[in-house]
């Protein structure tokens, strides 16, 4: 069966099964059964792979990275998740081909074959899930202590300024007098935002969706592309806002309370969460409104409400963060 035919609204980069298999073929993980499109996600085409091999069947991931994520970089990717598994961390890495290569070229892109993480995103959140989540956090930010490469973050406060101006007063259609509100938020973030506190490399997209569990018990993290040097308190505040807890005091302080379980925070970081979390709030509102008006009409990607992003800036805007 052609993909083409099955799936005639694209991914980004549409292959045929034949283009698929010779991507197989290089390396030695058995033969091609299927390969399915997967809607998840924003960055990158992704294809669920399933192959025979030894009377048995595989799984993996076929990633062909898109625009945001520059070639230059992606060996940097390969590292990260190649020292994070070697530190214990549960999590997918690239497989290696038959002649060596970690990366493939298709259509003027490239892709790799990923190893597939057993397991789901947690789809009613419990107290456990949040406990391990933040313990896990924890040992990731420990883990890359001694991880020596850097990767500035593309989505950084000054990005957020420069996306902004690409959006323009188009984000009044999303609700209105939101320009303002949003060129408010960004003179307040530029001048609040911290300086000097303890980081290193952070997942930076720590939504539900690249957690993965089997029942309460975590299983793994997944999709390390927005992974860049930061603050790691900056990564906590991406987490409670991505995982919708931050009108939930009990469930914040689950989350904090595991995390110090495994790494201590500083008082600074503490003391700066407020702010972290209105920027965190803001960058996915910027990307996610965006996306919105950016999206190919073909692609096989469902678009994020802009709007969730919002409610949550406004609310951090309202309250104060207590722990």
Same mark, same amino acid.
């Given at each position: ?27 030695? #993980? %058995? +033969? ?6 997967? =809607? ?7 294809? !669920?792979?399933?192959? @025979? ?113 690409? #959006? %323009? +007063? ?6 209105? =007098? ?7 938020? !960004?003179?307040?973030? @530029? ?133």
């Amino acid at each position: 069966m052609d993909l083409l035919k099955a799936f005639p609204m694209a991914v980004y980069t549409t292959l045929t099964d034949s283009e698929i298999i010779a991507l197989i073929n290089l390396y030695d #993980i %058995g +033969e091609f059964v299927s390969a399915q499109p997967i =809607e998840s996600g924003i960055e990158n085409t992704n294809y !669920l792979l399933t192959t @025979a091999y030894n009377q048995s069947d595989s799984k993996y991931i076929l990633t062909i990275f898109e625009n945001r994520v520059e070639n230059v970089e992606l060996p940097f990717f390969v590292n990260l998740t190649d020292h994070l598994k070697d530190k214990g961390l549960n999590c997918p890495v690239m497989l290696t081909a038959s002649d060596g290569s970690r990366l493939q070229d298709i259509k003027q892109k490239k892709a790799a074959i990923i190893s597939f993480l057993e397991g789901a995103e947690a789809k009613e959140i419990s107290k456990e899930h949040i406990s391990q989540l933040g313990k896990t956090v924890a040992k990731m930010h420990l883990a890359v202590s001694d991880f020596k490469e850097y990767r500035k973050n593309p989505l950084s406060l000054r990005a957020w300024v420069s996306l902004f101006e690409k #959006i %323009g +007063e188009k984000a009044d259609e999303i609700q209105p =007098e939101l320009t303002k509100l949003i060129a408010d938020e !960004l003179y307040y973030l @530029a001048d609040a935002w911290p300086f000097n506190l303890p980081g290193g490399i952070i997942h930076a997209d720590l939504f539900p969706d690249n957690v993965f569990f089997k029942g309460e018990q975590l299983s793994g993290v997944i999709d390390f592309y927005f992974s860049c040097t930061d603050f790691y308190a900056y990564d906590l505040a991406i987490c409670i806002n991505a995982w919708g807890i931050e009108e939930n005091n009990a469930l914040i302080k689950e989350f904090f309370d595991a995390y110090q379980s495994i790494r201590k925070l500083e008082q600074s970081e503490i003391d700066n969460m407020q702010t972290l979390l209105r920027g965190a709030a803001m960058r996915f509102l910027l990307t996610r409104i965006y996306d919105w008006f950016n999206t190919p009409a073909n692609a096989l990607v469902s678009k994020k409400n802009p709007q969730e992003y919002l409610k949550k800036l406004e609310y951090w805007q309202r309250n104060i963060f207590i722990y």
